[in-house]
């Protein structure tokens, strides 16, 4: 790992409430983060977290959509969905499993339900690409609930989908390792009240998101409750302490310091390019 001022305990700058909304063919879900002053998550893009006991809030999924020009991250705590791309790809995503895809120069796949009643419930996590990377060929990865690291620890256990760090002295590496914006991607699951400390390099965005109970962040003690995102400052270790029954992710990434340019399911550095994705979508070139 890079450095880390462990004499510096990162505090909580903003806290965002999820927003209920819908997306693809009327999915109900919280949107966790998106949009404007997109620069702060850099270079996450937008977190969405679907979660319901009724067929009628996902039975419509998500039908064929284009993307260009980053990668979506989606997790599965409880359900079953199947992924369709243009490449001939056909996954099932189930109970603790993970999708990765790599949008790159554009695919067009579809997130179907395959069930029609029971809980669904999960995470999508859009992790921006480089400019240089933005027009490589799209691939696509299904990862299996076997396939991912589970560390228990004094009261807690967690499951590691991305990344490195360091969890209460113990080192820890996900499953997926990415060399240009290092992402880290852990789910917690705290059993009893805890104390815990990460640690995470200096200059990388942190992120946690409370979807279960609640976390006390920071020597400042500032909670965060179920459905909410907490962004933390940018250098020294992470201190916190979770009540028990608590779940929360911690997403941290290196940012990219470009310009982000956004249309809907496209992301650029400039409205020109954004220009020519749509075109290139209209024209059935997206793929090309």
């Known amino acids: 790992m890079n450095s880390i001022q462990t004499d510096k305990i990162r505090k909580l700058v903003e806290k965002i409430p999820a927003r209920a909304t819908s997306d693809g063919a009327g999915v109900k879900l919280l949107r966790v983060f998106s949009g404007p002053r997109a620069e702060r998550f850099d270079p996450f893009l937008m977190l969405d977290e679907f979660g319901s006991e009724s067929a009628d809030d996902y039975i ?3 039908p064929p959509h284009p993307h260009r020009g980053f990668e979506t991250i989606t997790y599965m705590l409880q359900g079953k969905m199947e992924h369709q791309d243009h490449m001939g790809n056909i996954g099932l995503l189930s109970d603790g499993g993970v999708q990765w895809m790599t949008a790159g ?3 067009i796949h579809s997130e179907m339900p395959k069930q029609t009643e029971g809980k669904m419930h999960g995470f999508q996590l859009w ?3 480089a400019a240089e990377d933005k027009m490589q060929p799209a691939c696509y990865e299904d990862i299996s609930p076997d396939d991912l690291p ?3 620890f004094d009261g807690f256990e967690i499951t590691a989908i991305a990344g490195q760090s360091v969890i209460n002295q113990k080192a820890v590496t996900g499953k997926v390792q990415q060399v240009k914006t290092e992402p880290t991607y852990t789910d917690f699951r705290v059993a009893q009240l805890s104390d815990i400390e990460i640690e995470i390099a200096d200059d990388k965005t942190v992120l946690l998101y409370c979807y279960q109970g609640e976390i006390l962040v920071s020597d400042d003690k ?3 409750t179920e459905q909410q995102l907490g962004r933390l400052s940018a250098q020294g270790k992470i201190s916190l302490n979770a009540a028990p029954n608590s779940r929360f992710l911690l997403i941290a990434g290196t940012p990219l310091n470009q310009p982000i ?3 809907g399911p496209f992301v650029m550095n400039t409205f020109a390019e ?3 994705a749509i075109r290139d979508y209209q024209n059935g070139q997206l793929t090309a």
Do not use: T
């Open 60 to 62: 419509a999924g998500f």
């Open 105 to 107: 120069r554009g695919v």
């Open 127 to 129: 992790l921006n690409l």
């Open 150 to 152: 589970v560390v228990k």
């Open 222 to 224: 500032v909670k965060l």
């Open 261 to 263: 340019a956004q249309h």
């Open 274 to 276: 954004i220009e020519q």
